[in-house]
């Protein structure tokens, strides 16, 4: 069976977004490793190393939030996979019932009644509400830390850039 278009342009975009994930928390992830080693104990006060630290500590904020997004859209996808399955088991059972195609159990072996059909493909209708609810919370999570990733991470260079000017301005 062929794939429309449709299917292959969400596959080829859900790649890239996935990518961009792994390569922002990556840059991340660099960053810290990179300026961890650099830093310089000092006393908290005003002063640039403070603000070192600071930048230090929103960069590992990104991080935390880069990895969440990851962790977040791994789990978008596990909940897509269980709402078409039970779409798929609802219309299949629709369509046997349809076609007065009998249906033996699995575990008894016997034929199950249309009436048990129509209570299964009502189990799946409402487990497909149950599961879209959560992919809807979960999506909604997933925007919230891709947004607090990017503003940690745009929040956490800015802070460091000015920390290095004011550090070469003392």
């Not at 961009?20 to 190393?49: K, M, N």
């Not at 960069?59 to 996808?77: D, M, N, P, Q, T």
Request: some cysteine; glycine content about 8%; charged content about 20%.
């Amino acid at each position: 069976m062929a794939e429309n278009g449709s299917v292959r342009a969400y596959e080829a975009w859900r790649d890239a977004a996935q990518r961009f994930d792994y390569f922002t928390t990556g840059i991340s992830t660099a960053v810290l490793g990179y300026l961890v080693p650099q830093l310089q104990p000092a006393r908290i006060g005003c002063s640039p190393e403070t603000l070192e630290l600071l930048a230090l500590l929103v960069l590992v904020g990104s991080v935390f939030a880069g990895f969440k997004r990851i962790e977040g859209s791994v789990h978008l996808l596990r909940l897509g996979h269980s709402r078409l399955a039970h779409v798929e088991n609802a219309n299949a059972l629709t369509a046997a019932v349809g076609e007065q195609v009998p249906l033996y159990s699995r575990e008894t072996g016997k034929l199950v009644a249309s009436e048990k059909i129509m209570e299964m493909v009502n189990a799946h209708g409402e487990l497909v509400g149950t599961v879209k609810n959560l992919e809807t919370k979960v999506s909604n999570r997933v925007r919230l830390w891709y947004s607090a990733r990017y503003y940690l991470l745009i929040g956490g260079f800015l802070l460091l850039l000015a920390a290095r000017v004011w550090k070469g301005y003392l």
